[in-house]
């Protein structure tokens, strides 16, 4: 008989006490382990995220902003113009000036845009009936006229300025002259001036224009826009307690028509301008035309006959003769001087020196010797205003 013999199956020993729980404290410590590895990795990507990720934003929001207007308010630079020595913005102080023959038939009255005008001379033509030119820069306006013809002498004054000259016709020396000078000329052209009939008003008194369409005239003919001058010498207004007390000054060019008085305000420190005995006021604005230097300027006069066109005068533009300088309520005897054409007139006191002149409106009236102009001067007792 065989007999099978099996293997006796061996019975693992049970684990100590020990042994079970050292096993526990493993378990424990790799949980701890991980929990720990895991807060640390967290806290990585946490800063990871918030270095690269939240900066980006930030700084793609701070770009955004940049592109806002700022609320500071930026002060525009200024500038003091060569033709008033008044201060305007850069980018309009030395615009090329502009010359703008202007009527003064009383027919044209009241005109426009004077009172824009940094400089304004008034001479006599023909028959008594003084007429302007207005040199405008800086100031715009959206009216400029009655415009009227050229004559030599504004010419000639217009050349002390490298300017623009606009008109509307002219005398038969002037309009010669616009040409042998080389003169930048706007004459009167269609689609720049306007008629603007009145009735019971000739025509000659109607055509109008305005500082803009001008300036674009003057872009058209492809003219230089950078002009070459000399500015006379400005200084600050004299204080109230210096200022002179000459109130008032008249005019007489020809007829009452043509009377101009000039009233000084010693307050504001201007002159303000009456014609024909009334306030001479400005067509658009209402304004009473005002100056803060007011220049008498003796010229020389003399009737001219030309062939086949009507007789004119002549000034003597060129040289030297008297003045008469009105400034902070002071008469100042002076002595103008000019060389050429193109110069520009100076005006020199008793002492030789050159005049300074108050920043503002300057008005050249223009007088030959047989004019004589009448100054008052206030009293204790006068206020010196208007």
Same mark, same amino acid.
């Given at each position: 008989?065989? +007999?099978?013999?099996?293997?006796?199956? $061996?019975?693992?020993?049970?684990?100590?006490?020990?042994?079970?729980?050292? %096993?526990?404290?493993?378990?424990?410590?790799?949980?701890?382990?991980?929990? +720990?590895? #895991?807060?640390?990795?967290?806290?990585?990507?946490?800063?990871?995220?918030?270095?690269?990720?939240?900066?980006?934003?930030?700084?793609?929001?701070?770009?955004?902003?940049?592109?806002?207007?700022?609320?500071?308010?930026? $002060?525009?630079?200024?500038? $003091?113009?060569? =033709?008033? #020595?008044?201060?305007?913005?850069?980018?309009?102080?030395?615009?090329?000036? =502009?010359?703008?023959?202007?009527?003064?038939?009383?027919?044209?009255?009241?005109?426009?845009?004077?009172?824009?005008?940094?400089?304004?001379?008034?001479? +006599?033509?023909?028959?008594?009936?003084?007429?302007?030119? %207005?040199?405008?820069?800086?100031?715009?306006?959206? $009216?400029? %006229?009655?415009?009227?013809?050229?004559?030599?002498?504004?010419?000639?004054?217009?050349?002390?300025?490298?300017?623009?000259?606009?008109?509307?016709?002219?005398?038969?020396?002037?309009?010669?002259?616009?040409?042998?000078?080389?003169?930048?000329?706007?004459?009167?052209?269609?689609?720049?001036?306007?008629?603007?009939?009145?009735? #019971?008003?000739?025509?000659?008194?109607?055509?109008?224009?305005?500082?803009?369409?001008?300036?674009?005239?003057?872009?058209?003919?492809?003219?230089?826009?950078?002009?070459?001058?000399?500015? =006379?010498?400005?200084?600050?207004?004299?204080? =109230?307690?210096?200022?002179?007390?000459?109130?008032?000054?008249?005019? *007489?060019?020809?007829?009452?028509?043509?009377?101009?008085?000039?009233?000084?305000?010693?307050?504001?420190?201007?002159?303000?301008?009456?014609?024909?005995?009334?306030?001479?006021?400005?067509?658009?604005?209402?304004?009473?035309?005002?100056?803060?230097?007011?220049? +008498?300027?003796?010229?020389?006069?003399?009737?001219?006959?030309?062939?086949?066109?009507?007789?004119?005068?002549?000034?003597?533009?060129?040289?030297?003769?008297?003045?008469?300088?009105?400034?902070?309520?002071?008469?100042?005897?002076?002595?103008?001087?000019?060389?050429?054409?193109?110069?520009?007139?100076?005006?020199?006191?008793?002492? #030789?020196?050159?005049?300074?002149?108050?920043?503002?409106?300057?008005?050249?009236?223009?007088?030959? *010797?047989?004019?004589?102009?009448?100054?008052?001067?206030?009293?204790?007792?006068? *206020?010196?205003?208007?």
């Amino acid at each position: 008989m065989k +007999i099978e013999v099996k293997p006796a199956i $061996e019975n693992s020993p049970k684990p100590s006490l020990k042994n079970r729980l050292w %096993g526990d404290k493993q378990k424990k410590i790799r949980t701890i382990i991980c929990i +720990i590895i #895991g807060i640390v990795i967290i806290l990585l990507a946490s800063t990871i995220y918030a270095k690269f990720f939240v900066k980006e934003t930030a700084s793609t929001e701070t770009k955004k902003t940049s592109f806002l207007p700022s609320l500071k308010k930026t $002060e525009e630079k200024k500038i $003091e113009s060569p =033709l008033s #020595g008044v201060e305007y913005a850069e980018n309009i102080a030395k615009r090329h000036p =502009l010359g703008v023959m202007v009527e003064n038939h009383p027919d044209a009255r009241p005109q426009s845009g004077l009172d824009k005008a940094e400089i304004i001379y008034e001479a +006599i033509t023909e028959g008594g009936i003084t007429r302007f030119m %207005g040199v405008f820069g800086p100031r715009v306006t959206e $009216e400029v %006229g009655p415009v009227r013809s050229a004559r030599t002498f504004f010419v000639t004054w217009i050349q002390e300025y490298d300017g623009y000259y606009a008109h509307a016709g002219g005398s038969k020396d002037g309009l010669a002259q616009i040409a042998s000078d080389g003169v930048m000329d706007l004459p009167h052209t269609t689609g720049y001036f306007e008629r603007q009939p009145q009735a #019971g008003i000739a025509s000659e008194h109607t055509l109008y224009t305005s500082i803009a369409n001008l300036y674009k005239l003057a872009e058209a003919k492809k003219y230089d826009t950078n002009a070459s001058f000399t500015s =006379l010498k400005f200084k600050s207004d004299e204080e =109230l307690a210096k200022r002179g007390n000459v109130s008032e000054v008249i005019i *007489p060019f020809s007829t009452d028509s043509y009377e101009v008085k000039w009233l000084y305000d010693k307050t504001e420190n201007i002159y303000k301008r009456s014609m024909a005995r009334v306030p001479h006021k400005d067509k658009i604005s209402g304004n009473q035309l005002t100056a803060k230097n007011i220049i +008498i300027q003796t010229v020389q006069r003399a009737p001219i006959a030309l062939a086949g066109a009507k007789p004119t005068f002549k000034f003597t533009t060129e040289g030297s003769g008297k003045a008469t300088i009105l400034r902070d309520g002071q008469k100042i005897d002076a002595t103008w001087k000019k060389s050429t054409t193109s110069e520009r007139t100076k005006f020199f006191d008793s002492t #030789g020196a050159e005049i300074k002149f108050n920043r503002g409106i300057f008005w050249y009236e223009i007088v030959p *010797p047989e004019i004589t102009p009448t100054f008052t001067e206030a009293t204790a007792t006068q *206020p010196v205003a208007n």
